[in-house]
């Protein structure tokens, strides 16, 4: 005859404690050793234990699928000839990694297969990302290096791309205006062309997979869903199922049916891209694939004009053109849309070009009424030469490099003092004081447009380059020194007249004419030969443009705003490879005397 | 790959204390506590700052994993989120006083839950029928299917009821797995048989506050 036995204050504890240590618990002997009254808070111990065991397994978990990967950080890692610096961010089939490439030195992305089950399908894909990519170069599409496979790890390495996605860009500042989605358009179209001028599709072209670079370009991401024409586009899917590669809300609807993807499948996508930025919506939505499919067949669908019904009639009707659910109704190529977005902007820009001018004559008038006392930087001339463009320190102005990637140039720029005694290159934080003399020498690999703006601290700028009646005008030539301000025989120099804040010096250059940027450039105002100029700050739709084409980083201001603060990297001591719009910053401490 | 190739880089120690790990720690900040660290980094010493998330960062990265759901990820996953939690607390962490070795990093996991609730929300509030994969929206995440919504609720409601010692000692040894003489150290309890003992407490008491939670919900 068994025993009942009393009740056990301390086998709560007891349990409790197998818990911790994940040890097998009795349960039903619990129970009957705690008592009754205590069943309620066994049975929510046995709730812990399973979300114990879940913590555990989850642990386990990770470490199966990523091996080592707490150990993959005892310094210093490395895959090949990179030393892996930072972890940039994960998607479904590796991890993407800053790395430093030490042959060549310097930084790359680096895009690592995990070495999981799906290691064969993630190899498989990786390399034929890189095998895709690497037969297309073009400023707006990313730049594979190469592609290799290491101790059982594929790696796929390219350009580092510094800037955020346009899917984030979107999350921070709230939907896109029509000029800058048509912007960014602008720029998609060509690397789309470009993909499909190389032979390939792109497969999943989203906002996701389109970054802004800091500076401004906008670049063309991931080809993970990527076709070859040759190979896909004339033959069905073999297993004669519908091509799901990419993402559902991109897919256009005559893949759903199985028909072969074509480009005009891309352009569908890259019209949803751009209802999306404008929108923050999805012109056919679902909430499952077979959803958005169902949605599709009873072309049930949402217009952008019912979303947005600010928009110019005409970006509604080229976003909705490339949204046809008949390809034979949509753009037939990238470059038709290019064409549209052009006509778009240009018809735009005129109209936005009035507005602009009439904000600058308005600030104008309310600083010249206040009678701004001159401001810090005078147009000026002075009858002492300074040495000639080619005699400029050769330690100062490093060699360009012989050559560059297709669609990339090379540039050096720096600011000088020029004093009595010489020259010398100044550098982010350097201070100026009134009478300092200052020139920007600069020499580009191809013929660059080039627009240098000074702005203060409290957002008052005005254009120092290009100026009527100099010597170089845009495009700035390739291949040597220029010298600006440019006065011919008489040296000119930017002199600072007075002392206060910071003297933020903008350097924006691009190699392909921005009429948008001549127009907002020449309504700042421009220093005067040996006349003070007043400067004002740039109108909030000039800013406004510079975003768009700029890609600035924060989101806009409501009033005004700074260009110094939307545009940071510092300009460099040394020659940079860039692609499309380069911009720069050079920031003067220039404090009044105590 | 695209939102892969984001560049977070706001400051050397909090784009990720791992790449920090190419420097060699400074022997006298890995020998402090965590206490010690805070208070170094806080008089702004980088080094010990550094040390202070290379500590933290990858148990929070583990108890972060499988919090968020699939539809709230958007372009991020957990890494993500506790790098940008920790991004949140750096400016945070001067007028921050932890009692012991284990506040800062219920304080850290706090930012971190907190951020990744801010994440689904931002997710729920996006428009209906949105869809990142093929997965609903409503899906939960890999906890809440391991554990079940509710329980782990009550879970949840139970673990604020706690003091924070009884809170920290369960967090510590059963969500981040964290060895008996780290959870001591932690709790500044005097032994490993004394980390045991408070661990075990606090999961008694959690199961009662758990009873309770659900009594007073049905």
């Not at chain 1, 490395?78 to 310097?106: E, M, N, P, S």
């Not at chain 1, 580009?444 to 170089?472: K, W």
């Not at chain 2, 609720?153 to 010692?165: D, F, G, I, K, T």
Request: some cysteine.
């Amino acid at each position: 005859m068994s025993s009942v036995p009393a009740p056990d204050p301390d086998v709560l504890d007891s349990a409790a404690g197998s818990i911790s240590d994940d040890a097998p618990v009795e349960w039903e002997q619990v129970a009957h050793q705690a008592g009754a009254a205590s069943d309620a808070v066994v049975d929510q111990l046995r709730q812990l234990e399973r979300i114990a065991k879940f913590y555990r397994e989850s642990d386990e978990r990770q470490a199966a699928d990523a091996p080592g990967r707490e150990e993959e950080w005892s310094d210093p890692r490395t895959w090949a000839h990179f030393l892996i610096l930072d972890r940039l961010g994960g998607g479904a089939f590796g991890d993407v990694y800053r790395a430093h490439d030490t042959k060549l030195q310097c930084d790359i992305a680096l895009k690592l297969m995990r070495s999981d089950g799906e290691s064969r399908i993630s190899r498989s894909r990786v390399l034929k990302e890189a095998r895709l990519l690497a037969r297309v170069r073009h400023a707006n599409v990313v730049t594979v290096y190469g592609a290799d496979e290491v101790d059982g790890r594929v790696g796929l390495w390219m350009e580092l791309v510094r800037g955020t996605t346009l899917e984030h860009l979107l999350e921070r500042q709230g939907p896109f205006g029509a000029r800058e989605a048509s912007l960014i358009g602008l720029d998609l179209c060509r690397a789309i062309a470009a993909v499909h001028r190389a032979g390939l599709l792109h497969g999943d072209i989203k906002a996701h997979n389109v970054m802004r670079e800091e500076g401004g370009r906008t670049v063309l991401m991931d080809f993970g869903a990527g076709k070859d024409l040759d190979q896909d586009i004339l033959r069905p899917n073999i297993h004669g199922t519908a091509d799901f590669a990419g993402t559902p809300l991109y897919l256009a609807p005559e893949v759903f049916t199985g028909s072969p993807r074509t480009k005009v499948a891309d352009v569908y996508s890259l019209a949803v891209l751009l209802f999306h930025l404008v929108s923050n919506r999805y012109p056919v939505e679902g909430q499952t694939r077979a959803a958005i499919e169902e949605a599709h067949q009873h072309k049930t669908r949402t217009h952008l004009r019912d979303l947005r019904p600010d928009l110019p009639e005409e970006f509604v009707n080229l976003v909705e053109r490339g949204l046809d659910p008949d390809p034979q109704q949509r753009f037939q190529t990238a470059g038709a849309v290019e064409i549209a977005f052009a006509r778009f902007l240009g018809t735009s820009s005129e109209n936005q070009r009035v507005h602009s001018l009439r904000a600058v004559s308005v600030a104008l008038a309310a600083v010249v009424a206040a009678v701004i006392v001159g401001a810090p930087i005078y147009w000026f001339t002075s009858g002492q030469r300074i040495a000639p463009v080619a005699s400029a320190p050769v330690a100062a102005v490093p060699a360009l490099p012989a050559t560059t990637a297709p669609g990339s140039y090379s540039i050096d720029a720096g600011l000088y003092r020029v004093s009595d005694a010489g020259e010398s290159k100044l550098r982010p934080g350097d201070r100026v004081t009134p009478g300092d003399r200052l020139a920007l020498q600069i020499e580009v690999s191809q013929p660059a447009h080039l627009y240098i703006v000074n702005e203060d601290d409290n957002g008052e700028s005005y254009l120092l380059f290009p100026l009527p009646n100099q010597n170089v005008t845009n495009p700035i030539p390739a291949g040597h020194p220029v010298r600006l301000p440019a006065g011919g025989d008489t040296p000119l120099y930017w002199t600072v007249t007075s002392a206060g804040g910071r003297e933020h010096f903008l350097i924006f250059a691009t190699p392909e004419p921005l009429p948008a940027f001549d127009r907002m450039f020449a309504s700042l105002p421009h220093p005067q030969l040996n006349a003070p100029v007043v400067a004002s700050p740039l109108s909030a739709e000039a800013v406004g443009l510079l975003r768009g084409v700029g890609g600035l980083a924060k989101s806009p201001r409501p009033t005004g705003s700074k260009l110094a603060e939307q545009f940071t990297t510092p300009l460099l001591q040394t020659a940079e490879t860039a692609n499309g719009l380069w911009v720069r910053q050079i920031t003067l401490e220039n404090p009044r005397s105590k | 790959m695209a939102a892969a190739i984001l560049t977070f880089e706001p400051a050397v120690f909090m784009a990720d204390s791992r790449s920090d790990r190419r420097k060699a720690p400074v022997a006298a900040a890995s020998a402090l506590t965590s206490v010690e660290l805070l208070a170094r980094a806080q008089s702004g010493d980088e080094v010990a700052l550094n040390e202070l998330f290379a500590r933290y960062l990858p148990r929070l990265r583990k108890w972060a994993h499988g919090r968020l759901p699939l539809f709230a990820r958007g372009g991020l996953d957990t890494h993500d989120m506790v790098q940008d939690a920790i991004a949140r607390v750096v400016p945070r962490l001067v007028s921050f006083e932890p009692l012991h070795d284990g506040g800062f990093y219920g304080y850290l996991r706090t930012t971190v839950q907190h951020r990744i609730q801010d994440q689904i929300n931002w997710a729920k509030r996006r428009p209906t029928g949105v869809l990142e994969s093929d997965r609903p929206a409503d899906e939960p995440s890999p906890i809440e299917k391991a554990i079940g919504v509710e329980t782990l609720e009550r879970y949840e409601a139970a673990l604020q009821r706690l003091s924070q010692v009884d809170r920290e000692a369960v967090v510590l040894r059963i969500e981040l797995g964290l060895p008996y003489p780290e959870v001591a150290q932690a709790l500044g309890k005097p032994s490993v048989a004394a980390a045991h003992v408070a661990v075990s407490r606090a999961l008694v008491k959690l199961a009662k506050e758990m009873d309770l939670v659900k009594r007073s919900r049905s």
